[in-house]
């Protein structure tokens, strides 16, 4: 099993540009989510998924969007890049959404840079 | 305003010694609690977890405690190893999961 799988790894974006973070998990996990990391801010929510066709935000969704049309794949739109979007993105995943006996399980990250 | 914090931005301590890394989080509806471990250029993976009904819950080296009335999570490493060495984030569930800012563990051989 390859787990979550995020590509690219590396991304240099210019201001207004867009581009699709991607996202794949082989787990049939029906949960997914998108996190950002930032320096002394740890993992904040973007979006997040209960399963095929449902999304709803997290704590921080603007300049986001995402879609979930199966189980396996959610990827994560940036719309307009904007220099406040470099950031280490990962995608995660999980039976039922990170409850007892359910937790998450991250991708290697996508490390994006916005200039 | 962050409901789960990690006061500690780093912490060093000696091979074979106790590793104690401290959260505190504001909100008593938090049900569920987790630690994550993470290193360089990798995810978060995760170490051990929590319910809010325990006040402890051991795996190997990995105990952690919940004080539901101090509202403190700890994790305890013993014996800690240079292969610790590695960010460690705790996390609190309500409806999703919230994560604190994370801990730089580095054990000295």
């Known amino acids: 099993n390859a787990g979550v799988t995020q590509t690219p790894k590396f991304q240099v974006l210019k201001t207004g540009q867009s581009m699709t973070l991607q996202c794949a998990q082989d787990?049939?996990?029906?949960?997914m989510s998108w996190y950002r990391q930032d320096p002394g801010m740890g993992l904040r929510l973007i979006h997040y998924?209960?399963?095929?066709?449902?999304?709803d935000q997290g704590e921080v969704p603007n300049g986001y969007n995402v879609s979930r049309s199966t189980t396996e794949d959610f990827p994560l739109r940036l719309l307009s890049a904007a220099p406040s979007q470099t950031s280490v993105y990962f995608c995660?995943?999980?039976?039922?959404?990170?409850?007892?006996?359910?937790?998450?399980?991250f991708g290697n990250g996508t490390r994006l840079t916005v200039t | 305003d962050q409901q789960v914090k990690q006061n500690s931005p780093s912490l060093s301590v000696q091979e074979g010694r106790i590793s104690i890394l401290n959260c505190d989080y504001t909100?008593?509806?938090?049900?569920?609690f987790l630690w994550y471990k993470k290193y360089p250029a990798e995810g978060p993976t995760f170490l051990i977890s929590?319910?809010?009904?325990?006040d402890k819950n051991e795996d190997g080296r990995f105990t952690v405690f919940l004080n539901k009335s101090a509202k403190h999570l700890s994790l305890h490493i013993v014996p800690s190893q240079p292969g610790d060495s590695a960010v460690y984030f705790c996390?609190?569930?309500?409806?999703?999961?919230?994560f604190g800012s994370g801990t730089q563990l580095t054990v000295l051989p």
């Open positions: 995660a995943s999980s039976y039922s959404g990170a409850r007892v006996g359910s937790p998450l399980h």
């Open positions: 996390a609190a569930k309500m409806r999703q999961l919230t």
């Open positions: 909100n008593s509806m938090f049900d569920y």
């Open positions: 998924s209960v399963g095929a066709g449902i999304t």
């Open positions: 787990m049939n996990h029906e949960y």
């Open positions: 929590i319910s809010s009904i325990k």
